[in-house]
């Protein structure tokens, strides 16, 4: 066995008996071919069988389902299947006025980097009543979304929130809570940023006074009239996959080697960034990358063909695509296709 340097510096293993043809592999193939020999164990009991522990993260974490499940709760009329539906479903936000109220469970999937479920709860369900399975419910989830109202009085709302607070934090105190004051667009910016603040204050001193000070709850103004409630799902989903430091830092590097104010790693059909680099996000640079993502795939609807194997005489088409645009002044943005 013998180790190569291709022409760009990337290694090679050469294997070859006798006079059988040689099979050449690059080292990110052997990588991920270690990785994929390790999934039949990824289940295994690593505290009776540490033979069977995986040497590569898998990107699956170990529930039953092996996808991470995010509950959507929250009082009657507050907007959470118009959210589900917006995000997950393509909905224009002005059709979400004809939904009809939730009556059931309703669960939704996001097939993206790392598959997620998303369970929509209807506001009347009491899921601490016994007749409920609470560990079938809150065992496995990654995170609860907390919907409130901020058009309407949020004290009932908040009472129901600070209760299931503290259940989890008492039985499940790995479960990030997010709290999405939702429907602020048609707010004043200072009336806005008065029931943000008053929210915090009261969810915070509610815990304070049960003795958890540092509780894992996020709070996020929403409104699916605009980018918000995209950029907060991206902050919530990017909490739950475990590869996300080695993203941000490979996304580093590209910024710092190529020059580039801002990347984001997209998940295409719900517009949730899976990652982006450290520095800080520019909501206004977010909205035009989410705008460029729906021009590009309603182009590729009317103009896309599936294309048959390329003749070796052909011109050869890149596999996947890509895509630039001119903005004004000496900047453009550049759009490349990672899988599909």
Partial sequence: ???????HGSPFEISHEGDEEVNIKSKAVLTLERALQNLPNLNADASTDDENKPKFHTGRLPNKEGKPKLLLMGQRRSGKSSISSVVFHKMPPAETLFLESTSRIQKDSMHSFMDFQVWDFPGQLDFFDPAFDVDGIFSGIGALIWVIDAQDDYL???SHLNAAALHLQQSYPAIN??????KVD???????????????QRVQDELSDNGFENAPVNFHLTSIYDHSIFEAFSKVCQK?????PTLEGILNLLCANCRMEKAYLFDVLSKIYIAT???PVDMASYEVCSDYIDVIVDI???YGWERPPPDDEAEQALPDAESTILL??????YLREINK
């Fill in 177 to 182: 809570i997010e709290v999405f004051i939702h």
């Fill in 300 to 302: 590729s609807e009317i």
């Fill in 328 to 333: 004004q002044g000496p900047r453009f943005m």
């Fill in 240 to 244: 739950l996959i475990p590869q996300l």
């Fill in 156 to 158: 009932e709302a908040l």
């Fill in 1 to 7: 066995m013998a180790l190569l340097r291709g022409s």
């Fill in 277 to 279: 680099d450290t520095s």
């Fill in 186 to 200: 048609g707010l004043s910016d200072d009336y806005k940023f008065d029931t943000h603040r008053d929210i915090v």
